[in-house]
C-alpha cells in the first residue's frame, strides 16, 4: 500500500508509508511489535508475510480470470510474476502502484484493418465501395451527357431529341442519387456493426479482469476507453469514411476524365502523387501521435471528475458546501 491510515478513538493520529510508521515509533509501530511478539517475528518479517499475501491475491485474481476467460495462459503469469519479483523493494517502480497509461508508437497495423471490416460484416464493407464506385460512374456520365447535349444540332430553335436527353439526364441523376443513399445506408450500418462488437469486446474483458486490474488501473482510464474513444467509433468515424470514400472517388474519377481527354496529363499524375506518398509519410504519422497523446492526457480528467464526485459526500459530511 501507499499509505496507512491509523485511527484512535474515532480520529486519524497517525498516517504514512509502512516504513515511516515504523520510524515513529507511535500507535502503529506499537500495534506491530505487539503483533509480531505475539506471533514471534520481526517487524521485517512481518512486512515480507504481506507481501507475499498481496503477491498470492495477484495470482489468485488472475487465475480466476483465467479460468472464466481462457485468455491468460501460464506463460504470461510466469512473466509477470518474475517481472515483479525482479524488481528492487525500494525502487520507486515497485513502490509504484499505478503504471503510466501505455502509448502505442507504432504505426496502426494492417491486421487491425482486418479485424475492423470483419466486424463490420464483409459484405456491407464490398457492398459499399461498389455503390460508391458506381455512384462516381453515374456523376461523371451525368456531367459527360450534359457536353454531348449542349452540342447537339440544333434546327429552328430548338435542339434535337430534347425530350429524350432530359430523361437520360434525370435517370442518371436518379441513378446517382440512388448509388450514394445506398452507400451511406450500408457504410452506417457496418460501422454501427462494428462499433457494437467492439463494444462488446471491451466490456466483457473488463468485466473478466481480476481484482488487481482494478487496483492499478484509475477509473478514469476505463471512463475514458468507454466514453470518447467509443464516441470515436460511433460517431467521428462514420464522418470520417464518409468524407474519405468521396474525395477519393472523386478524385479518381477527375483524373479519369483529365487523362482521358489530355493524356500527357499521365505524365504529371506520376511525380504528384509520389509528392503526395512522401508529405503523407510525414503527415499521418504525426496526426497520430497527437491523436494518443490527446486520448492519454484525458484519462486524468475522467479520474480527477470521478473521484470529485465520489468525495463530495464526504466533504457534506464534513461541514463543507459542496457545489
Known amino acids: 500500500v501507499d499509505q496507512i491510515i491509523v485511527l484512535k478513538n474515532g480520529r486519524i493520529s497517525e498516517i504514512g508509508a509502512y516504513q515511516e510508521l515504523l520510524d515513529k515509533q507511535g500507535e502503529f509501530s506499537e500495534f506491530v511489535t505487539q503483533y509480531s511478539n505475539s506471533e514471534n ?32 495462459d501460464k506463460e504470461t503469469l510466469t512473466a509477470t510474476l518474475s517481472s515483479d519479483s525482479s524488481k528492487d523493494k525500494d525502487s520507486p517502480e515497485a513502490q509504484k502502484l499505478i503504471e503510466d497509461e501505455f502509448k502505442e508508437m507504432t504505426s496502426i ?14 459484405s456491407r464493407v464490398i457492398i459499399s465501395l461498389l455503390a460508391y464506385a458506381v455512384y462516381q460512374v453515374f456523376a461523371v456520365s451525368t456531367n459527360y451527357w450534359l457536353s454531348v447535349w449542349s452540342e447537339k444540332e440544333v434546327i429552328n430553335g430548338t435542339q434535337v431529341d430534347q425530350g429524350y436527353n432530359i ?19 450500408l457504410m ?26 482494478f487496483d492499478t488501473t484509475p477509473s478514469g482510464r476505463i471512463l475514458n476507453r468507454f466514453a470518447k474513444d467509443v464516441d ?19 478524385v479518381l474519377g477527375t483524373l479519369f476524365i483529365i487523362v ?19 508529405v503523407q ?42 457545489a
Request: glycine fraction near 4%; hydrophobic fraction near 45%.
Open 41 to 72: 517475528m520481526d517487524p521485517e518479517t512481518l512486512a515480507d508475510n504481506l507481501e507475499q499475501l498481496q503477491r498470492r491475491r495477484l495470482i489468485s485474481g488472475t487465475s480466476h480470470a483465467s479460468e472464466n476467460s481462457g485468455e491468460i
Open 109 to 122: 497495423p494492417w491486421s487491425l484493418y482486418y479485424d475492423y471490416c470483419k466486424s463490420a460484416g464483409w
Open 167 to 185: 430523361e437520360v439526364y434525370a435517370a442518371l441523376g436518379v441513378s446517382q442519387t440512388v448509388m450514394y443513399v445506398l452507400a451511406i445506408t
Open 188 to 213: 452506417c450500418l457496418a460501422i454501427l456493426n462494428s462499433a457494437t462488437v467492439f463494444h462488446s469486446k471491451m466490456l466483457k474483458r473488463v468485466l473478466k479482469a481480476p481484482m488487481s486490474f
Open 232 to 250: 470515436v467509433l460511433d460517431n467521428s468515424l462514420s464522418l470520417i469514411l464518409r468524407n474519405f470514400l468521396r474525395i477519393v472517388v472523386n
Open 260 to 278: 482521358y481527354n489530355l493524356p500527357i496529363f499521365a505524365v504529371v499524375v506520376v511525380p504528384l502523387a509520389i509528392l503526395y506518398y512522401l
Open 281 to 322: 509519410k510525414f503527415y499521418i504519422p504525426t496526426s497520430r501521435q497527437v491523436k494518443r497523446l490527446e486520448s492519454v492526457t484525458r484519462s486524468p480528467i475522467y479520474s480527477n471528475f470521478s473521484e470529485t464526485i465520489n468525495g463530495a459526500s464526504t466533504f457534506q459530511i464534513g461541514g463543507s458546501a459542496f
